[in-house]
């Protein structure tokens, strides 16, 4: 099979679960959305007053940028379930479904408000006064006159919420929420563009068909055709059944694994999955979640194993600003997870993430460079590229502080495209992560840390609190603690992101299940 | 006129339109209006745009509440009557019809029925007899839409909603204004006809003086906000007092005249 046709295949084999997930996420947000933009409309065409504040209320939501707004309802929910935890015994998961469904449901408000609100004040002025003059309630009024008056209007509304929500449920991946959007977030990471497409592609076409039946349906009972109404209705049913029964059938996993956004993260997600599911354990995916959200999850048990790196939970979640060496972190680390958040550290794998400084090997030369040190010379002539997170980390204020670095430009860009931009020139260092394949690939120099401003980013495989004790768990990833150097690690990442011969997570993953057993 | 007590009575009414912020005395829209309607007649009210007969024929099944003074309908103060269910004892044709362009004929006509909660074959019924009342075949009409009449057949089925509920009064808002001159002396006699018939008592407004004198059983004409004058027809056309009802009931006068000049002119 030609290797676009394998990856295809692979996609399709996935289109089951993603695509039934995304229809349940969009249909639960937009069923909200009209059950509380509908009536809050009709209020407001009673009410004069209201309809602008409303109208900006929604304006507002409109303009917040999608992927914003699903994050911000994470830590939200999160406060909320904790504060339920508190006071009733019992907390609900903040993570996936619900955030991107109430963040949906905001979304898919402006186009029904403004449209219900704007066909019920367009019906001619002669037509609301009879319905008065021949002795109809206000409420006759609305459902016999008003609202089937407006319905083509509020119909094309409601097809305009459809399209936006269906569009923006691909953004839920971040959140946990799996959706036709995880074909994207990870195809991005893993340069995979068959899965980008086949994730924009399969989005659209579900937005496209979803849309027409809507449109059918309108016709249909505008035009007072029973049969034609009918068709649509049971368009958007066949739709419903044919994206959700798959899941229905699907058995619930015993273990949820979760992963980043990164490939290396693809892979060891992939690798614990496999020998989970080696061990006899069933196990799920929650891929492309942000950095905050997964180690949220895990803390309150969304996800039952992860892998994080040291030097980010030291920093991020333990604050800690001070540089200590890697077996310091490490124990400290351990000890605070287990009392703090009831966290199990299963053991570190074997290499390291950590951020480092990379130039072009010629270039380096060049510039005499080799060191940190050497670089802060020719700091301001020099452009540094980072990913989006980087320079608002402290990792990059103490490394900027230790050695007074000061660069001409400061460049964000998405890490997969770092390694490239350095590559070619467009910055001359790179925030790079030590464990990345492109490294070698691109022919890189790590520059050394002699200050050891950065701290150390050991991978750590972590569990769930309540999986803390969990023997057939921990006895099925025992085997990778201590296993797979930074080498192993670059090779591995490599073969998932080169383009020639290029592995999908999982294939990489059981090539790197050959090497560990091999050692 | 009879001893029976008048359908309709407007006893001292003052509405101001945009009173009530302070500092503001707002429009004197009615200005102590007094005028009672007798059982059977068909009243027209005449006036210019602007001088508050639609605002008095709004007041009788409150679309609008006066500011001060009394309306009574039949014999009852209208503020204690519920004013949904007055609206659905008087027949109601709008200017500009009115008809709701979603729904057919015939659901147009047994709208008021159809609040009332009669069954549906009884509805069914009245609105074929009601069809055939305004001389619209029910075989063809029933099932047409509003979009697929002629200004005269819309203003028929106007009249045939009007009077669904078997009304005893029905009120009319310039409703033959927007026809052609040959459909709307049609409709207005064969409105006249079925008001005779059926016993009806109606007030109409109107701005057109000839179609008052053609139609109506007694004139009021108003102007600023007052009745300047009342009477029949034929007292104000021979007797007004006022110099402005006196030009007013001459135009039909003059215009009949000068057709019968053109008439006699352009004989051979």
């Not at chain 2, 407007?10 to 509405?15: A, C, L, S, V």
């Not at chain 2, 027209?44 to 008095?56: A, M």
Request: net charge neutral; aromatic share 6%.
């Amino acid at each position: 099979m030609s290797e676009f046709g394998e990856r295809f295949s692979e996609a399709l084999a996935r289109l089951p679960d993603y695509l039934g997930q995304h229809v349940i996420v969009s249909v639960t947000a937009l069923a909200l959305g009209l059950a509380i933009s509908l009536p809050l409309a009709v209020v407001a065409t009673r009410h004069a007053r209201l309809r602008w504040p409303l109208l900006a209320f929604a304006s507002i939501i409109q303009t917040i940028p999608g992927l914003a707004l699903l994050a911000l309802f994470y830590p939200l929910l999160l406060g909320i379930s904790a504060l339920t935890e508190a006071a009733f015994g019992t907390g609900f998961s903040a993570l996936g479904f619900l955030p991107s469904v109430l963040a949906l449901t905001l979304y898919s408000m402006l186009p029904v408000l403004r449209n219900t609100i704007t066909g019920i004040e367009g019906i001619d002025p002669a037509v609301k006064a009879a319905s008065l003059g021949v002795g109809m309630t206000p409420r006759q009024s609305l459902f016999i006159v008003e609202l089937p008056l407006a319905l083509p209007v509020i119909m094309a509304g409601i097809r305009t919420a459809a399209v936006w929500v269906i569009g923006t449920a691909t953004l839920s991946t971040p959140v946990g929420q799996t959706s036709l959007g995880n074909y994207i977030f990870a195809g991005l990471q893993t340069q995979n563009w068959v899965s980008v497409l086949f994730g924009c592609v399969a989005a659209a076409l579900l937005a496209i068909v979803v849309d027409q039946l809507l449109a059918l349906m309108e016709s249909g009972i505008a035009l007072r055709r029973r049969v034609r109404t009918a068709v649509g209705a049971l368009g958007i049913l066949l739709v419903l059944a044919a994206a959700l029964v798959p899941g229905w059938s699907r058995p619930t996993a015993a273990y949820v694994v979760g992963a980043k956004t990164f490939t290396e993260q693809y892979i060891l997600a992939s690798l614990m999955q496999q020998r989970l599911q080696a061990n006899g354990l069933s196990a799920a995916r929650r891929d492309g979640l942000g950095s905050t959200v997964i180690f949220n999850a895990l803390a309150s048990g969304d996800i039952d194993v992860y892998v994080d790196y040291s030097g980010t939970i030291w920093a991020n979640h333990m604050r800690r600003t001070d540089a200590q060496p890697r077996e310091v972190v490490l124990e400290e680390m351990g000890a605070w997870l287990k009392k703090e958040r009831g966290i199990a550290l299963l053991g570190p794998l074997g290499f390291e993430n950590a951020y480092a400084l990379a130039m072009r090997r010629d270039r380096a030369e060049q510039l005499g460079i080799r060191t940190i040190a050497d670089l802060v010379r020719h700091a301001p002539q020099l452009a540094i590229g980072g990913d989006y997170e980087f320079f608002d980390r402290p990792e990059w204020a103490a490394l900027r502080d230790a050695y007074g670095l000061n660069f001409r430009r400061q460049r964000q860009m998405d890490s997969t495209f770092m390694y490239s931009a350095v590559a070619n020139g467009e910055v001359d260092v790179i925030s790079a992560f030590s464990s990345d394949g492109r490294i070698a690939r691109f022919d890189l120099v790590t520059l050394t840390d002699p200050k050891q401003a950065l701290p150390p980013y050991d991978a750590v495989l972590l569990l769930a609190p309540r999986r803390a004790d969990d023997k057939a768990l921990r006895d099925a990833l025992m085997p990778l603690v201590g296993k797979i150097d930074v080498e192993l690690m670059r090779e591995t990442n490599l073969r998932a992101d080169r383009d020639e011969d290029k592995e999908t997570p999982a294939q990489a993953a059981r090539w790197l299940w050959k090497q560990i057993g091999a050692q | 006129m009879s001893a029976a007590p008048p359908v309709i009575e407007f006893n001292n009414i003052i509405k101001r339109f945009g009173a009530g912020r302070p500092g503001e005395s707002g429009v004197l829209a009615l200005d102590r209006i007094s005028l009672s309607v007798p059982v059977g007649e068909f009243l027209v009210v005449v006036g210019p745009s602007g001088s508050g007969k639609t605002t008095l024929l709004r007041l009788i099944n409150r679309l609008s509440e006066p500011s001060e003074g009394h309306v009574l309908f039949e014999g009852e103060d209208v503020r204690a009557l519920d004013p949904i269910l007055l609206r659905r004892r008087i027949g109601y044709v709008f200017q500009g019809v009115g008809l709701f362009p979603h729904m057919t004929v015939a659901e147009n006509v047994a709208i008021t029925p159809r609040l009332l909660g009669w069954p549906k074959d009884k509805r069914e019924t009245r609105v074929d007899t009601l069809l055939e009342l305004v001389r619209l075949s029910p075989a063809d009409y029933r099932n047409r839409l509003p979009r697929e009449l002629s200004g005269g057949e819309r203003q028929r089925v106007g009249v045939a909603r009007a009077i669904a509920a078997e009304p005893h009064v029905v009120l009319m808002d310039e409703p033959f204004g927007a026809l052609d001159p040959l459909t709307r002396d049609a409709v207005g006699q064969d409105y006249r006809r079925l008001h005779d018939k059926l016993g009806l008592t109606t007030v109409m407004i109107t701005h057109d003086m000839l179609e008052a004198v053609l139609l109506a059983d007694r004139i009021a004409v108003m102007h600023q906000g007052l009745i300047i004058e009342e009477g029949t027809p034929h007292e104000l056309m021979s007797a007004a007092r006022t110099d402005y009802v006196r030009d007013l009931m001459q135009m039909p006068r003059t215009q009949a005249a000068r057709l019968k000049g053109l008439m006699e002119g352009g004989a051979p």
